[in-house]
């Protein structure tokens, strides 16, 4: 079984930077495609972005040039680096992981930007 565990969250005045952390245990194959989601007041889940075991990546428009993704494929850990923070990338962030039709979901960690 899969688990993902979600650290870095909390509260950060506009501009300012957070990082997420999101590690992964259990039976976990090496190709694989981890990313960060986002859900805000209207309770729909957002792509932030994604990074596959290859390295590639993908971001959602509105947090490009602003948004790093990046992952530790010994340590089965993926990082989101959040710079310019705006209030509108409040949300609750959480860490996923996919491989063939298993899709794994962390419990979720609060990011609140305050203008």
């Known amino acids: 079984q899969v688990q993902l565990v979600e650290s870095g969250g909390g509260l950060v005045q506009a501009g300012e930077s957070l990082r997420l952390s999101c590690a992964a245990s259990g039976r976990i194959f090496s190709i694989n495609v981890m990313g960060w989601y986002r859900q805000g007041p209207e309770n729909q889940r957002d792509l932030v972005a994604t990074?596959?075991?290859?390295?590639?990546?993908n971001y959602a428009d509105s947090v490009k040039g602003r948004f790093t993704i990046s992952r530790d494929n010994a340590k089965n850990t993926v990082y989101l680096e959040m710079n310019s923070l705006k209030p509108e990338d409040s949300a609750v962030y959480y860490c996923?992981?996919?491989?063939?039709?298993?899709?794994?979901w962390g419990q979720g960690t609060q990011v609140t930007v305050s203008s």
């Open positions: 996923n992981l996919r491989v063939g039709s298993l899709n794994v």
């Open positions: 990074i596959t075991s290859g390295q590639k990546t």
